[in-house]
């Protein structure tokens, strides 16, 4: 099993270009999403699907479109990128929970993106 | 609102114990997270808390008082790979999980 997989590792835009981050998951999980980290926050929430052909918008939503064509994949694009969307980019996908102890809703994470706009 | 408060910064000693605390204000409550963070590397599973009480797992251990919104997480033994930030998060009422900024742990030999 490879995980999750995120691609690429480190990005450098122009204000204004758009660019699409890919993520890909093997362990059969429903749930997917995309998260941003910055110095100083905690991880928000961008957007998140439940399954194929559902997405929904987490915290912090605008520049940014998600489609859920398979369960495998979830893209996450930037539309037109802005300076202030540098940031470190997680995929990061679980099972479906009901919350209960005997199933923690572990994420497990890819490796992150780095995204430098100028 | 809802609010995930932890320390930004803790220092520690090679062999010594260090506990993390952690504050929560959700709407709702569905369990709370530990995850551990490398600098450069993406979070991992350390432990999950949904009922009151602790939970241990090897060097690590979690508490949780759900009545108190707080939890802490106790590393015994520190060893130089402990060196990491620890990020706290809390699944609320629709499962979607609020985190806190995370407490840089510094070990020093």
């Known amino acids: 099993n490879a995980g999750v997989t995120q691609t690429p590792k480190f990005q450098v835009l122009k204000t204004g270009q758009s660019m699409t981050l890919q993520c890909a998951q093997d362990?059969?999980?429903?749930?997917m999403s995309w998260y941003r980290q910055d110095p100083g926050m905690g991880l928000r929430l961008i957007h998140y699907?439940?399954?194929?052909?559902?997405?929904d918008q987490g915290e912090v939503p605008n520049g940014y479109n998600v489609s859920r064509s398979t369960t495998e994949d979830f893209p996450l694009r930037l539309l037109s990128a802005a300076p202030s969307q540098t940031s470190v980019y997680f995929c990061?996908?679980?099972?479906?929970?009901?919350?209960?102890?005997?199933?923690?809703?572990?994420?497990?994470f890819g490796e992150g993106s780095r995204l430098t706009v100028l | 609102g809802q609010n995930i408060d932890q320390p930004t910064e803790m220092t520690a000693t090679e062999g010594a114990i260090v506990q993390i605390n952690c504050t929560y204000q959700?709407?709702?409550?569905?369990?709370l997270f530990w995850y551990q963070q490398h600098a450069g590397e993406a979070p991992t599973f350390l432990s999950y808390?949904?009922l009151d009480g602790l939970e241990e797992k090897g060097r690590f251990s979690s508490f949780l008082s759900r009545s108190k919104g707080y939890s802490y997480l106790l590393l015994k033994e520190l060893q130089m790979k402990d060196s990491a930030s620890y990020l706290c998060?809390?699944?609320?009422?629709?499962?979607?999980?609020?985190w806190g900024a995370g407490t840089k742990l510094i070990i020093k030999p």
């Open positions: 990061a996908s679980r099972h479906l929970t009901s919350g209960t102890e005997l199933n923690t809703g572990e994420l497990f």
């Open positions: 362990m059969n999980h429903e749930y």
């Open positions: 699907s439940v399954g194929a052909g559902i997405t």
């Open positions: 959700t709407s709702g409550f569905n369990g």
């Open positions: 808390n949904v």
């Open positions: 998060a809390v699944s609320d009422s629709n499962y979607q999980l609020i």
